[in-house]
């Protein structure tokens, strides 16, 4: 069996990050699983130039947000992990406080309780102490806070350099193998 990877967008600003990671997932031997939230569907439209239907395409499964008896519900649905790219505050509050009210929301509940690795691209700026708690109780829980924080020492050309960076901290978390940005120290 493939490794499985969920991939959910939420309505943050952002929602790049989520596209080109489903972009590079798909060039490797991996099942990727995706679901959009409705904010996240418009902001596909305000931020790029892919419909939605565009990166559901890119996906071997897609979900609708509020199919909660979809198979990502269930923890006895394996997976690699999932990440939220990027992920709302709204969305970190529910994952926090552990309210499933959409299928986002349980998928990463479901990973949680499994001790499946979960990522959570939060972007919100600046953050204030609730936001800052609601990050303290998801990690205490497991998640990997992955904010979408670029680094220089590498030189970044594009933005698609700082994206892949991102995206290349993700994919080391995940244990996924990839180029996507030089490490420090090391040259390509």
Not at 2 to 17: E, N
Not at 74 to 99: D, E, Q, R, W
């Amino acid at each position: 069996m493939k490794k499985r990877i969920v991939i959910a967008i939420t309505g943050a600003t952002g929602v790049i990050y989520g596209i080109e990671m489903l972009r590079e997932l798909s060039k490797r031997d991996l099942e990727t699983h995706l679901i959009i939230s409705e904010s996240g569907k418009k902001n596909i439209s305000f931020e790029t130039d892919y419909s939605v239907a565009e990166v559901e395409s890119m996906a071997d499964k897609v979900y609708r947000n509020d199919h909660l008896g979809a198979p990502l519900a269930s923890g006895s649905f394996l997976t690699g992990g999932m990440v939220v790219a990027p992920c709302t505050i709204k969305t970190l509050s529910g994952i926090a406080n552990s309210y499933s009210d959409n299928l986002i929301v349980r998928a990463a509940d479901v990973s949680l309780k499994e001790k499946r690795k979960l990522v959570l691209m939060v972007r919100e700026t600046p953050l204030h102490k609730g936001h800052l708690r609601l990050m303290s109780m998801a990690a205490n829980m497991g998640a990997h806070i992955l904010p979408p924080m670029p680094s220089f020492y590498n030189h970044p050309q594009t933005i698609e350099d700082i994206i892949h960076q991102t995206i290349g901290k993700a994919f080391d978390y995940l244990e996924i193998e990839h180029t996507l940005f030089e490490r420090w120290g090391e040259k390509r």
